[in-house]
């Protein structure tokens, strides 16, 4: 079962800033947290990584809070070609680096 | 290459035919994933290969599946007596790091069994 639970889709319009939460409550004290983004008949491309606190790359900001059972993937004024499926990702450590996704946020933006 | 690469990227055949799948991965990439994806669905993990181990092979989801890896570098997925239910997107991901969750997707090979 993968370890992650996030909303199964949300809604925003061009411009706004769009923060996505992932809990993933029984993470590993040496799991990473990624993000990956899926486009209509696309394999998923990597976002963004993170461990703890901040992490900030061209595409997007990542936050963990201390406690590191969720995180929030940040888009800042998304446009139309953000609406995609975005993928939280938690390693399974304790099961030999077998990779689990959960269902995924579908991200729809409006003009 | 510069990245992953899977051939064919579209197959259609007929229910009970078998078919193979290719993916070649990024140059080094010592762990190799596949998945599954249906129409409107999530990925769904089918095998994981890491160096010279023993694949993960737990995501297969009968015994018509199975999947090969020539040491680090291309793997072929094979699907015996394809059923319609098996029509999907399969996915090849491979990693330099072991479990980190740092993938390189290819663009998958989309199958339709008729």
């Known amino acids: 079962l993968a370890k992650t639970t996030q909303p199964i889709s949300m809604d925003s319009y061009e411009g706004q800033e769009v923060n996505i939460t992932c809990s993933h409550n029984?993470?590993?004290?040496?799991?990473?947290i990624t993000w990956y983004q899926q486009f209509p008949s696309q394999g998923p491309r990597f976002i963004i990584q993170?461990?703890?606190t901040k992490v900030t790359n061209e595409v997007a900001s990542l936050f963990i809070p201390a406690d590191r059972k969720s995180s929030t993937l940040s888009l800042p004024r998304v446009s139309l070609s953000d609406t995609a499926v975005y993928y939280c990702?938690?390693?399974?450590?304790?099961?030999?680096?077998?990779?689990?996704f959960g269902q995924g946020t579908e991200l729809s933006v409006k003009p | 290459g510069a990245g992953v690469s899977q051939s064919p990227s579209n197959k259609v055949t007929e229910k009970g035919k078998d078919v193979e799948l290719r993916c070649d991965p990024i140059?080094?990439?010592?762990?190799l994933y596949w998945y599954r994806q249906r129409l409107g669905q999530g990925l769904e993990f089918l095998i994981y290969?890491?160096?010279?181990?023993?694949?993960?092979k737990s995501g297969l989801p009968s015994d018509r599946f199975s999947a090969e890896r020539t040491g680090e570098s291309v793997s072929t997925l094979t699907i015996q007596r394809t059923q319609q239910e098996d029509s999907a997107v399969y996915l090849c991901?491979?990693?330099?790091?072991?479990?980190?969750?740092?993938?390189?997707f290819g663009e998958g090979s989309r199958l339709t069994v008729l």
């Open positions: 990702l938690v390693p399974t450590t304790n099961q030999g680096g077998k990779l689990i």
């Open positions: 140059s080094g990439h010592t762990a």
């Open positions: 029984n993470i590993a004290t040496n799991d990473y």
């Open positions: 991901a491979s990693s330099g790091r072991q479990g980190a969750g740092e993938l390189f």
């Open positions: 993170g461990y703890k």
């Open positions: 290969f890491q160096g010279n181990s023993a694949p993960d």
